[in-house]
């Protein structure tokens, strides 16, 4: 029979409300939304399922957290991407805008490591990513702290920003911006979802590599 946790009485304020998410975020990643059950995040916790009625109205309000703190690992793995990227040199930007390390060169690479880390998260954490999107979170969501990376901003954040460094540096027209957040978010999601639970799920390391590397090409130069 599995030792069943002691109930702890310990917890300082807020110290409970944290062990519940982290609890059923380890539940998401394992099983997605469908895993985070109640009594079986308060028993990883410690605690009788009473006790979450205090941080949290019903099962939904605890979903609802542990996706946005699915949504804050999404946006990790997204910085992560662009952290990789080599900074732009001062003289960059000039009679060498194509370059590597030029503004509009590097503003594209952000936007490409931006939708990189988002299929790179899809398929190494199928189950938070699932749970990052399902149905009790809405666009009102995108940008609230709890959905924050370490840097501080969201993973709608993260591709705004990179949108809007590409109208800095010219390489988009402004009056192409509104909205084009939106286009690039359903084109790559599109394809994370068929990759993890759609007829694309088959295909092996490199075909995956390929339709990634196209998919954002297409976004750069459709919006």
């Given amino acids: ?3 069943q946790p002691a109930p702890r009485t310990t917890y300082r304020h807020g110290d409970l409300r944290r062990a519940l998410v982290e609890a ?16 079986e995040v308060t028993r990883r916790a410690g605690v009788t399922p009473n006790a979450a009625y205090r941080h949290f109205a019903d099962k939904g309000a605890l ?15 997204m910085e992560e991407e662009q952290s990789a ?11 060498d805008d194509d370059a590597p390390h030029s503004a509009a060169a590097l503003a594209q690479a952000k936007l490409r490591a931006v939708g990189a880390g988002y299929l790179r998260f899809a398929q190494g954490e199928p189950g938070l990513f699932r749970t990052a999107f399902a149905n009790h979170v809405d666009l009102r ?10 840097h501080g901003r ?16 010219g390489v988009l027209e402004a009056s192409r911006r ?4 939106l286009v690039a978010w359903s084109a790559v999601h599109g394809l994370a979802m068929l990759v993890i639970d759609g007829p694309l799920r088959g295909l092996d ?15 750069e130069q459709g919006i």
């Fill in 63 to 77: 979903l609802r957290a542990v996706s946005l703190a699915a949504q804050s690992r999404l946006a990790a793995a």
């Fill in 205 to 219: 390391a490199a075909a995956r590599l390929n339709a990634a590397r196209r998919l954002l090409e297409m976004v």
């Fill in 178 to 181: 509104p909205g084009a957040e």
């Fill in 154 to 169: 969201t993973p709608f954040q993260l591709l705004s920003d990179a949108l809007d460094d590409l109208v800095d540096s």
């Fill in 24 to 39: 059923g975020t380890e539940l998401a990643r394992e099983g997605g939304p469908a895993a985070v059950v109640l009594r």
């Fill in 141 to 150: 969501d995108a940008a609230v702290e709890e959905s924050a990376g370490p």
């Fill in 1 to 3: 029979m599995t030792e």
């Fill in 85 to 95: 990227l080599p900074d732009r040199d001062d003289g960059a930007g000039g009679a």
